[in-house]
């Protein structure tokens, strides 16, 4: 597919947690799709919004290590950690192509994503240099008509799984069982350190 040692996708959330609709839908990209390795980036907390129900960044990436360490090609990244506010994804782009440049990264986004590339900054710059692989989601949106064939952009047949972690939160916070929703030492760790209650 390219000259590149190695292909990484890149899964950028808050990861708020994170939960089992990550991991299926990153696992699935790493196994099935034109990547070798799936990376979860996590957003940090804006130090201009903090938000109460934002986890701060460490224990985000803790769940996101513990999500993942049983998976061999999932891996946590908190690259932005360090990066100046606010984080732009072509700007992360541009750091880990300098850090690593013999890897190909690829930008793993829904199709609502794909709908609204043309209003994200530098978004000629991401679609010129990196590969985009879509995933379907129920509600669909107009995708730009260019993008449709588009050589950079990879439509990826994964799995739909429609678990929110505002949902997740929620359900927490009123003492609901929702250990399915999530990988189990996840849940552990939400549990011990009494997060969302």
Not at 110 to 120: P, Q
Not at 155 to 160: A, G, L, R, Y
Not at 164 to 176: C, G, H, L, M, Q
């Amino acid at each position: 597919m390219t000259n590149k040692i190695k292909n990484i996708g890149l899964f950028f959330g808050t990861f708020n947690p994170i939960h089992s609709g990550h991991l299926i839908m990153g696992n699935h990209i790493a196994e099935f799709g034109p990547v070798d390795e799936v990376w979860f980036v996590i957003t940090p907390q804006s130090p201009f919004k903090q938000k109460t129900s934002m986890l701060e960044n460490h224990h985000r990436y803790e769940l996101v290590y513990q999500a993942t360490e049983n998976y061999p090609h999932l891996k946590p990244s908190k690259i932005e950690f360090d990066m100046p506010m606010p984080n732009y994804t072509s700007k992360t782009l541009g750091v880990l192509s300098e850090k690593y440049p013999d890897y190909q990264f690829h930008l793993i986004m829904g199709e609502d994503n794909l709908a609204s590339l043309k209003k994200w900054k530098n978004w000629e710059y991401i679609l010129e240099q990196h590969h985009l692989i879509v995933c379907p989601r129920i509600q669909h949106k107009k995708i730009p008509e260019d993008f449709l064939n588009h050589p950079k952009i990879k439509f990826v047949d994964s799995p739909i799984v429609e678990i929110s972690s505002s949902f997740i939160r929620k359900a927490v916070k009123d003492n609901k069982d929702i250990r399915t929703l999530l990988p189990e030492n996840v849940w552990q760790y939400i549990d011990e350190m009494n997060f969302y209650k």
